[in-house]
């Protein structure tokens, strides 16, 4: 499983333990936490760092809207601790993720950016 897949395999993992506790959902997320794991899952697929990604916590870009970034730390924060036990290589992976440092993609090369997600990202790209 490559870096992106596993990210969005632990987002999706954390929307559910929140939803579940919060919204007393079971199977299927509620439309609220359904619309942000689709927001996060774009915000995956367009990230600049591409399979090198920091943590979203860790990054210095915050392309999430505002909106969406209170929603990802409440959930991270009710979620995270919940974790380690349900899916502890999951975590541990993501606690790695974590050490990892990333430049800002100003700091990046064309070439380096063009290396890392196959195109040239702009700074509008995290605005969608
Ligand atoms: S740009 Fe940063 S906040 Fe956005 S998906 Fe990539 S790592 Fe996460």
Redesign the pocket.
């Known amino acids: 499983m490559n870096h992106i897949d596993r990210e969005n395999q632990t987002m999706g993992k954390m929307v559910g333990i929140y939803c579940r506790a919060h919204h007393h959902t079971k199977d299927e997320l509620c439309d609220d936490c359904a619309q942000f794991l689709d927001y996060?899952e774009v915000?995956?697929e367009?990230?600049?760092?591409g399979e090198d990604?920091?943590?979203?916590a860790?990054?210095?870009?915050?392309?999430?809207k505002p909106h969406f970034r209170a929603q990802a730390k409440a959930i991270m924060r009710f979620s995270g601790p919940r974790m380690l036990l349900r899916h502890p290589l999951l975590t541990i992976a993501h606690y790695m993720d974590g050490r990892r440092r990333?430049l800002h993609?100003r700091e990046l090369t064309r070439e380096q950016r063009l290396e890392k997600t196959g195109r040239f990202p702009t700074l509008g790209d995290?605005d969608r």
């Open positions: 996060a915000r995956l367009k990230c600049p760092y990604k920091p943590t979203c860790n990054c210095p870009v915050h392309c999430y990333a993609p995290h």
